[in-house]
């Protein structure tokens, strides 16, 4: 096999079809089918299903596409760097965030960025940390900042911010009077969360654990699928909600939302940045990854 061919292979897998997979790769559709078949007879194995509603990766195709899209960024990166993008004057870079990171970490470092790196374009993939650690994984996304870190034996995890998660309620919440209440009186709310998978999720379950709260005992009222989301229900009137601290200086500066203290339980969870061992990092996502850590040291 060769680069060209593996080009031609990802080209066809994410259009879902031969012909404008050749049109992408600007070859004839026969000229595609012939690299296509003999990929698949050198490892004797089918990568497509061919439906007359178009093609189709088999299971082996998807491993296949994980692997190819890993080689053709190796290729990436070197070329990159053959052609002088060391020097930063004209790089790309891809990255993934979670919902937090993307909204309230990211930004403010966007100005230093193009001070000190003004040949580099930022392009930023949002989604729940699990769904960013898949593009991370499958090379969509050469970093990620994301809400939890990651076991996967393929992905260095380094912490970048400490994140204190808030218990927030509405103007006409009952909750908002008192000021604070006992652990156990949470079971009288009704939350709103965010979708499964998200690191706020996941941190607020390990924190009511550590001090002997089982959080299925938390009435779920809705499960929506951002922070702001979350927010805007509780300001209207609908439920509580744990939610990011740096998330919510507007609404409670306007008075839109109010923190309850919740005695004895403190929700804290690292915001992690992330990339594959075994990736090469290209000198953007390094100077970039050296900008975040060293504006959000300490």
């Given amino acids: 096999m ?15 079809s031969f012909s404008r997979g050749a049109e992408k790769v600007s070859l004839n559709q026969s000229t595609v089918s012939q690299h296509i078949a003999s990929l698949e007879n050198e490892i004797d194995m089918c990568l497509f299903d061919r439906t007359g509603k178009g093609v189709f990766l088999t299971s082996n195709g998807q491993i296949y596409l994980k ?7 190796e290729r990436d990166t070197l070329l990159e760097s053959m052609a ?4 930063l004057d004209n790089a790309q870079l ?3 965030a979670s ?26 993939q949002t989604g729940d940390s699990l769904d960013i650690f898949t593009s991370l994984l499958s090379a969509e996304v050469e970093l990620a900042v994301v809400g939890n870190c990651s076991n996967h034996k393929n992905i260095d995890c380094v912490p970048l ?36 998978g998200s690191g706020s999720g996941q941190a607020l379950d390990a924190s009511l654990r550590n001090v002997g709260f089982d959080p299925s005992r938390l009435k779920v009222a809705a499960r929506l699928g951002s922070n702001e989301a979350v927010q805007q229900a509780v300001a209207v009137g609908f439920g509580c909600a744990f939610v990011s601290e740096l998330s919510i200086g507007t609404r409670e500066k ?10 004895g339980l403190a929700v804290e969870r690292e915001l992690w940045l992330a990339k594959l061992r075994t990736r090469s990092v290209s000198a953007a996502a390094q100077a970039f990854s050296t900008l975040l850590l060293k504006h959000y040291a300490g």
């Fill in 2 to 16: 060769n680069l060209r061919q593996l080009e031609v292979f990802v080209a066809v897998a994410e259009t879902k």
């Fill in 67 to 73: 692997h190819a899209r890993r080689i053709l960024v």
């Fill in 84 to 87: 002088g993008l060391q020097a």
């Fill in 94 to 96: 891809m990255i993934g």
């Fill in 99 to 124: 919902n937090i990171p993307a909204n309230y970490l990211i930004p403010p470092v966007l100005p230093i960025l193009a001070e000190q790196y003004p040949g580099i374009s930022l392009i930023m």
């Fill in 161 to 196: 911010y400490k994140d204190l998660l808030v218990l927030i309620v509405g103007s006409g919440h009952p909750w908002h009077k008192q000021g604070k209440v006992l652990i156990d009186e949470l079971t009288a709310g009704s939350f709103v969360v965010r979708e499964s």
């Fill in 254 to 263: 306007n008075r839109e939302v109010f923190r309850v203290v919740v005695e």
